[in-house]
């Protein structure tokens, strides 16, 4: 609608006034050209009545038929009042379209705002490109950005230049923290909060909430002589509140990230942690014995280990193994003592299990006792030429053997586990293996793991898998007691890593 | 309308009723004299007759859209320099070539901010004024 026909339905509404009031007939004329006539469909009104020119540049006037309307001053008020409806609507459609234009210039700055730090990932990036944004949208003469987290230092960006003192930056945010809501100090405005500017400029400070606390502040400055305006505190309101949402979404990435390298270097520890517990079996072994063993760590790694090994033609050691504790730590103290009982063997090749034992808690008592653990550790020397197997048990549970026709039994620990005491005062102890005895050693993964109803698996259920399972091969054997743990275990999560070695006696061969 | 001594006028030729509100709002805002034309045809006849300091030109219009106006504009010694800034909804950078290569001075993009626009009508008018 043009300006003519703005004034045209203005002059409308007085003539429809008229007509109220007694007038026989009112048209509108621009130029030569009846525009309207009223009442509808009456002939236009030429050269009779009164004439009112309309002093608007479009060549407008109302011709009126007078009818029955009293006077002039009766027309004048009817005028009056449309012309007050008419400046009524007016300014309500002002309002209206200063609505409109405040909101399109919001959604306009967010559109602008999000383009730009869309793409940032570190806070150094983001605060610096929201403060820039902010200072060409809201143009004020200075805008910064205050930001302090937990264990870091603050972090702060300006522009367009750095203006404020980092004391100022912090004044403004312990100021708006402390009222909880934004804070304007106007030149010649009161207000009760001290402001943190130190002179006459104007500052509008608005809080950011990020992680449920004020932890920042957004900042802007004014000369003296310039107030800020309501529309300038709406749009900088709008701002902050993107700002909030970026610097929380930018955390949440930086801890996914953060999650995401973690959880590779675990992995890529746990791939290092089986390589180291999954050794080649000793072909030789495999002639005399049928050996086994599996880990499953209740996290990425675990604590416990296993190993086997060959020192000579007519020897297979077996170690089995569990540091006090779960995850990285006690993966890091598992790989030391495997290492250690590798190293020792190397040193005294002619050790048996006890002195192994024993040598390595002497080695590795410090490194226990300093963080408080402590590992559990089993070793069994397998000698093909005599078909003995000669154990030592420091502090293991459980170790079952099934063999000469009896029912399986435990075997015992003679000693506390490795790091606790100074010295180990283990022992050696002998057994004649004979054709399908059998040796199972696991960690107490197995009969520690309880069921959905809180019942614990215990050594009897063990005790009696082995005996039922005594013709099955070491493989088998040990696929049978998992599977029995895993079924009693039900839905619970594994709470303990989860080792198991079986050896099993092949019919009458040497190594 | 009554033009102030000190009062610019700027003529807007938009021929969609609410920008020609929002744009006219705005601008007689910030103390400017508007005069509003529907499209290109009735923004010659209205410079026939009046002086203004600045065009700010819709793109796409009916009868004569605001490209064409500015080549009209450029071709008369008259309006030769009259500063216009265009005004389109349009992602089509031939648009902007073709303005660019008629000499407009400035490109907005709808929807604009007020603050945009007003530091984009203030700039080509001091521009003007300087050059």
């Known amino acids: 609608m043009d300006q003519a026909d703005r004034l045209s339905n203005e002059l409308r509404h007085i003539a429809k006034a008229w007509i109220q009031a007694g007038a026989a007939r009112v048209t509108l004329w621009t130029e030569e050209e009846p525009i309207w006539t009223l009442p509808k469909g009456a002939n236009p009104l030429r050269l009779h009545g009164v004439e009112i020119e309309v002093n608007s540049g479009h060549g407008m006037r109302l011709r009126m038929d007078w009818g029955t309307l009293p006077d002039l001053t009766t027309a004048l008020d009817q005028e009056v009042a449309a012309l007050t409806r008419c400046a009524d609507t007016e300014r309500a459609l002002d309002e209206m379209t200063e609505a409109m234009i405040q909101t399109q210039d919001q959604l306009l700055a967010l559109y602008d705002l999000a383009q730009t730090t869309r793409s940032r990932v570190e806070l150094a990036d983001l605060l610096p490109s929201l403060v820039q944004e902010t200072w060409r949208l809201v143009q004020p003469e200075a805008a910064f950005v205050w930001l302090t987290l937990d264990d870091e230092q603050p972090y702060a960006a300006q522009a367009p230049e750095p203006h404020i003192s980092s004391r100022a930056m912090q004044r403004a945010l312990e100021t708006v923290a402390l009222a909880d809501q934004r804070l304007l100090w106007n030149p010649g405005e009161a207000t009760s909060q001290p402001k943190p500017l130190h002179d006459d400029r104007a500052l509008l400070a608005m809080p950011l909430r990020i992680r449920e606390r004020i932890r920042a502040v957004i900042g802007l400055v004014n000369p003296p002589g310039k107030a800020f305006s309501s529309p300038d505190v709406k749009l900088a309101g709008t701002i902050a509140r993107h700002a909030e949402s970026q610097i929380e979404n930018l955390l949440l990435y930086r801890e996914t990230v953060e999650q995401a390298r973690l959880h590779t270097e675990m992995e890529i520890a746990r791939e290092v942690q089986l390589h180291l517990l999954s050794p080649s079996c000793p072909v030789d072994a495999t002639k005399c014995l049928d050996l086994y063993a599996t880990m499953q760590p209740a996290r990425v790694v675990g604590g416990d280990f296993y190993d086997v090994l060959c020192t000579n033609r007519d020897q297979v050691i077996v170690v089995i193994g569990d540091v006090s504790g779960k995850g990285m730590p006690a993966a890091l103290l598992m790989s030391r003592t495997q290492g250690a009982i590798r190293s020792t063997l190397s040193f005294l090749p002619e050790a048996g299990p006890a002195a192994i034992l024993r040598q390595v808690n002497e080695h590795l008592y410090g490194a226990f006792s300093d963080v408080g653990m402590f590992a559990t550790a089993f070793v069994a020397q397998y000698e093909a030429s005599s078909q003995t197997l000669t154990y030592a048990n420091a502090g293991h549970a459980p170790v079952i053997y099934s063999g000469d026709g009896n029912a399986p039994r435990l075997l015992r620990a003679d000693a506390t586990a490795l790091g606790i005491l100074p010295s180990c005062d283990c022992r050696d102890h002998r057994l004649k293996l004979r054709h399908g005895d059998l040796l199972v050693a696991a960690t107490d993964g197995f009969n520690e793991s309880e069921s959905e109803d809180g019942r614990m698996f215990g050594l009897e259920r063990l005790l009696q898998l082995v005996a039922s399972s005594h013709r099955q091969s070491a493989q088998e054997v040990a696929e049978t007691l998992t599977g029995a743990v895993a079924a009693f275990a039900g839905h619970m999560p594994r709470s303990d890593d989860q080792t198991i070695l079986v050896l099993k006696r092949r019919p009458g061969a040497n190594l | ?131």
């Open chain 2, 1 to 131: 309308m009554t033009k102030g001594d000190s009062m610019q006028t700027i003529l807007v030729v938009e021929d969609h009723h609410v920008m020609q509100r929002v744009l006219g709002y705005t601008l007689t805002r910030a103390d400017y004299d508007i005069a509003i034309a529907e499209n290109g045809v009735q923004a010659l006849e209205y410079l026939q007759e009046h002086d203004c300091d600045l065009v700010i030109a819709d793109v796409a219009m009916p009868e004569m859209d605001g490209l064409t106006l500015l080549k009209e504009l450029r071709a008369h010694d008259q309006w030769h320099h009259l500063p216009v800034i265009m005004l389109t909804a349009s992602v089509d950078d031939s648009y902007r070539v073709s303005a660019d290569a008629l000499g407009v001075s400035a490109f907005l993009n709808k929807p604009t901010s007020s603050r945009d626009l007003l530091r984009t009508v203030a700039r080509v008018l001091a521009d003007g004024r300087t050059g």
